[in-house]
């Protein structure tokens, strides 16, 4: 260190503060030099030429001459292949078991010596040199995987033909580096890969695997942030497939789209190259439509959590309220102005000392009774959980820790400290059920406080450190189920494992209720318990952007509830861009303004009268809409859609749509087309097939193609599909059914899942059918034993 990194340190924690991380990371830098061991001379390996196989339901298992390859098609079309005896399980990302294998494929040989698997919806085959393809029923290729490549320790010995793995390539994993290239259709675009701010569509370049805190706002320029996932999204003319390197260690994805008549006339393919420190090589692809492909992700990882009904309202947060007459002013305003407002959230300016589980007696004399007081007005209370512990006997939080074995430790034995907003902290191990069990029941105290969900923040996990990584020693040790490890491979699953201990630890403790959580970081699977948020985004218009490409690729894996810091975290908004954001923020999933200690206000009437005016028309349409949003929500828990979605999404085959980042689908029936520009009052729209309405105006314009909107201060544009039905709350709180009239000749409709409040009380699908009988719109219930009665209001618009 040179100074510098220290100077900077003290200046964004303080004196103090700064010294301690000046310390935590020498103390880091220390643990690793003889916690880690010294990699060592490597050798390079390969799989060699296949040399027999061996059938078994859905598969079978590919021996060459140093490496073993197991493959398998699940009943749903699902693929599974793992190298070296890497098995499905165990694995963080999936739900329960390895799904049930198609027992109508099965290996057998093919031409050129390699091997085959055909199933109803993919073949598989697997050359005699190890490349995996998958091809569409028809013939047409989806993805080709090349034979990988090992590095491992040298001298441990030849993998056999037996497959065993080899040196360094134990089952389910080791400490041999792997890299696996990929090749995909000339004209397809990758998507995903966790909450990347430079998406949704992902360019050239080289993605990073390894959550991270930017430590500051961040861009659409910065990566990585706190939350990869190894999936990606593939979509081409050949069709759509989602990919998923089943490894939780430190990696890195390089990614290079494909050029059509590239060279004499031939395409270059799009190339993917997953490179990964250490862990098992394994893979699932799901292919189909977008629809079949989220369907069959979360049948693999699990149903996302459902958000009590109040999760889907407007929601105002801020990190420095201060105490607790500054919430009631807050929530007084809101009342005042006649602004929805569903949740407060208190940051860790409410805590004693910025200890968790703790309450500034000061600040906030009765933190129970201003709960009941707000819950009286609609509005619950949400609390910030940081997973860290200031150690310091004596702490009651601490004390228990200690007691349970619960925090990491080094590999002498030593508990491994940090330095975090309390000061210097110990770390509860996630990847033991045992600790997740014991950290669920501090969650009572939470719920004693009068709070009514929780979101988990500095999960990655943070430690603040003026260089290096920002995070624990990569030779911290951890249970890992029980199988012991290092933070090499726990890193990434940390924020995973907290959600999964607030989640269970809510439910056992509330168990009428559904819990609200939510999470900066987690992986593959976080959908399990709940969702997460944007964190600290940049103030400007670049943020913005940012905000809605975050929403856009979680989504797509396999996480439908998200949202950004509406106005951005640090600074201060211009009224026109905080008005752009909420008005973006009020059609995603968690619509929530929140904002640093240092920041700017993010009260709406805090930027004028015209602004307010403006976000009060968003809240009463967001309000407007809450039977839509409850509908999406049971919808993306029973099949996976996640509630905002791309342009493409009913139209994969589109180029264009392909490659329009700007606007965005709302279930099926709604285009929503953000102002994402200073100074715009029109916007171009580009539309999917079909006929769509400007809500605003009520004119149609037809799809595919391209229209000029007007973009009002007062609102953005958003169309209707025609002949689409969805539910509204009526002027009288009552459900209305909202009918836009289908075009002559053509039918539509919708779906309906009413709200059965904020337990687990199972879902009805409601389907209705809309078409024109002599000029007029007749709208039908569509049940088990043919039409039935609406029993709703129906209001027809633009008919």
């Not at 699932?284 to 977008?290: A, D, F, R, Y």
Request: proline letters at 8%.
């Amino acid at each position: 260190m040179d100074g510098r990194g220290l100077v900077r340190s003290m200046k964004v924690f303080g004196s103090v503060q700064g010294l301690r991380a000046a310390r935590a990371a020498w103390r880091q830098r220390r643990t690793d030099a003889w916690g880690l061991p010294p990699r060592g001379v490597e050798r390079a390996r390969v799989p060699g030429v296949a040399l027999e196989a061996e059938a078994a339901p859905g598969g079978g298992t590919v021996r060459f001459a140093r490496s073993a390859l197991q493959i398998c098609v699940s009943a749903g079309g699902t693929v599974f292949w793992g190298w070296d005896g890497a098995a499905p399980l165990p694995s963080y990302a999936l739900a329960g078991e390895a799904p049930e294998p198609d027992p109508r494929a099965s290996l057998e040989p093919d031409t050129d010596g390699g091997w085959r698997i055909v199933s109803e919806r993919v073949t598989v085959t697997v050359s005699r040199h190890g490349a995996v393809e998958l091809r569409t029923p028809g013939g047409v290729l989806l993805r080709r995987d090349l034979p990988p490549r090992w590095w491992e320790p040298a001298g441990g010995g030849e993998a056999g033909a037996g497959g065993g793995g080899g040196a360094g390539a134990p089952a389910g994993g080791g400490a041999a580096r792997w890299v696996q290239r990929s090749e995909v259709p000339a004209d397809a675009r990758f998507f995903g890969l966790g909450g990347r701010s430079a998406g949704p569509r992902l360019r050239d370049g080289s993605y990073r695997l390894w959550n991270t805190d930017p430590q500051g706002g961040f861009g659409p320029g910065d990566d990585p942030l706190y939350l990869t996932m190894p999936v990606q999204f593939v979509v081409s003319d050949a069709g759509t497939h989602l990919a998923f390197h089943d490894n939780t260690w430190d990696g890195r994805v390089t990614l290079a789209e494909g050029e059509e008549g590239a060279g004499s006339g031939h395409d270059r393919p799009g190339t993917s190259e997953v490179r990964m420190t250490g862990g098992p090589l394994r893979c699932w692809v799901v292919v189909g439509s977008p629809a079949r492909v989220l369907h069959g992700w979360a049948a693999l990882t699990g149903a996302p959590a459902l958000p009590p009904s109040w999760a889907l309202g407007p929601q105002h947060a801020r990190w420095g309220f201060g105490s607790a007459g500054e919430v009631r002013r807050v929530v007084a305003g809101y009342r005042e102005r006649g602004l929805p407002l569903s949740a407060v959230h208190l940051d860790i300016d409410h805590y004693d000392g910025h200890r968790v589980f703790t309450v500034d007696r000061e600040r906030f004399p009765d933190l129970p009774g201003l709960a009941e007081e707000l819950r009286e007005q609609g509005v619950r209370l949400v609390s910030i959980v940081d997973p860290a512990v200031r150690a310091a006997p004596g702490d009651p939080v601490y004390d228990g820790g200690v007691a349970a074995g619960a925090f990491v430790k080094d590999a002498r034995g030593q508990e491994v400290h940090g330095v975090v907003w309390p000061g210097e902290c110990a770390y509860p191990d996630f990847t033991d059920p045992a600790v997740r069990e014991w950290w669920g029941g501090l969650y009572e105290e939470r719920l004693r406080q009068g709070f009514s969900g929780v979101w988990h923040d500095m999960n990655e996990p943070v430690s603040f450190v003026p260089f290096g990584d920002p995070t624990l020693p990569r030779s911290a040790r951890h249970a890992l189920e029980g199988r012991g490890g290092d933070h090499g491979e726990a890193h990434n699953v940390y924020g995973l494992g907290m959600a999964r201990a607030g989640y269970e630890g809510l439910r056992r403790l509330r168990p009428d209720e559904r819990p609200f959580l939510f999470s900066r970081s987690g992986w593959v699977g976080m959908q399990r318990f709940g969702g997460t948020w944007s964190g600290d985004v940049s103030t400007g218009w670049p943020g913005l952007r940012a905000s809605l490409s975050l929403v856009l690729g979680l989504g797509l894996c396999g996480v439908p509830y998200s949202g950004p810091d509406v106005g951005g975290f640090d600074g201060s908004p211009s009224p026109e861009l905080f008005l752009r954001w909420y008005q973006l923020g009020a059609w995603l999933p968690l619509f929530r303004t929140h904002a640093a200690i240092d920041a700017g206000r993010r009260e709406p009437w805090e930027f004028g009268p015209e602004v307010l005016e403006h976000a009060r028309a968003a809240l009463l349409e967001r309000e407007r809409l809450h039977p839509y949003f409850t509908t999406l929500a049971r919808l993306a828990r029973m099949t996976g859609a996640p509630y905002v979605r791309p342009l493409w999404w009913g139209a994969p085959e589109d180029r264009l749509l392909r490659d329009c980042e700007d606007a965005f689908l709302l279930g099926d029936a709604l285009l929503v087309a953000p102002v994402l520009t200073p100074g715009a009052d029109r916007r171009a729209v580009r539309l999917p097939r079909g006929r769509w309405y400007d809500t605003a105006t009520g004119r149609a314009h037809e799809g595919p193609g391209q229209v000029l909107l007007d973009a009002p201060p007062s609102r953005v544009p958003v169309l209707a599909r025609a002949g689409a039905v969805l539910p509204v709350r009526g002027e009288d709180g009552e459900l209305v059914l909202e009918v836009w009239a289908p075009a002559a000749g053509r039918t539509g409709g919708g779906l309906v899942v009413r709200d059965s409040g904020d337990g687990w009380e199972p879902a009805e699908i409601e389907r209705y059918q809309s078409r024109l009988v002599d000029g007029r719109v007749v709208v039908e219930r569509v049940g088990d034993e043919g039409v039935e009665e609406v029993g709703l209001p129906v209001r027809v618009r633009c008919g």
